[in-house]
């Protein structure tokens, strides 16, 4: 079935997303399959059922096209509906052929040469960013997705709460390593949810691959771990992330209710 068409499992007043990031799919990384299909088995044995799932950015590892195969047979084992967006080893273009080829149910590109769309599930309007930048860690939000971007949030006559999907943390980190990249792209989007914050309710992100929770102007950002680097830990001095091998997998619940966000962590051994 369309995801428009999806129903809710717990009445009209609340809802359940789940949240994984950043699979970085690779055919020559055994391990990192491995990690994935124990994280669609976690979410399969909840008692605790998805009404949608959201996998924010960097599907594939260094914009391979040839990834995005297996790495859509691995997430069509989930038993929920799912919903995409462009990370930094992604392109916009290879996941837009992607989702035609592998995930017809999933919603179609709302402008042209971005994965840019807006789906509303019951009382939630869920609106989709598309920040590929080729070449580059950070970010891009030029004119003309701000302009798309704000026609959508307008666009709420019954002032649904709205949850944002995009791949970048868009604040400061405190980690050089993903800092230092980043650039200002994102000043246009903070300012954005200041003047929306009234019915923005959560963005959510990846490329940390950590959970990190801050807010825009009261306006809660969380990123989502990685799937697949599941040690990596950011170290606040020194350029790129540590390791540490006895971290388990990770992946975030996030149940939204009319008049509350409760954020899950859920831990796979």
């Keep these: ?74 997430l069509n084992k989930l038993n929920a509906p799912y919903l995409l967006i462009t990370g930094n080893h992604d392109s916009s273009a290879g996941l837009i052929d992607a989702i035609e080829k592998y995930l017809p149910a999933h919603p179609r590109p709302e402008m042209d040469k971005y994965l840019q769309y807006a789906v509303d599930i019951d009382f939630v309007k869920i609106i989709a960013l598309d920040t590929f930048r080729p070449g580059h860690g950070g970010g891009d939000f030029n004119e003309e997705k701000e302009r798309w971007f704000i026609e959508q949030l307008e666009n709420n006559p019954d002032k649904k709460p709205v949850v944002v999907l995009l791949h970048q943390f868009t604040l400061s980190t405190g980690s050089g390593f993903f800092d230092l990249h980043s650039g200002n792209w994102f000043v246009p989007f903070n300012n954005i949810i200041k003047k929306y914050r009234s019915t923005v309710k959560l963005i959510l992100c990846g490329h940390l691959h950590n959970s990190l929770h801050s807010d825009i102007f009261g306006v809660p950002i969380v990123s989502g771990f990685s799937t697949n680097w599941a040690e990596s830990l950011l170290n606040y001095k020194k350029s790129t992330p540590e390791r540490d091998a006895s971290r388990p997998l990770a992946y975030l619940i996030h149940k939204i209710e009319e008049n509350r966000i409760t954020t899950y962590t859920v831990t796979v051994p």
């Design 1 to 74: 079935r369309h995801i428009k068409d999806i129903p809710f499992f717990y009445g009209l007043n609340s809802m359940y997303i789940f949240h994984i990031s950043d699979i970085h799919y690779s055919t020559d990384n055994p391990e990192g399959q491995a990690k994935l299909a124990k994280i669609v088995e976690s979410i399969n044995s909840q008692a605790v059922k998805p009404d949608v799932v959201v996998v924010t950015g960097d599907l594939v590892w260094k914009e391979h096209n040839e990834y995005y195969e297996p790495c859509f047979q691995a």
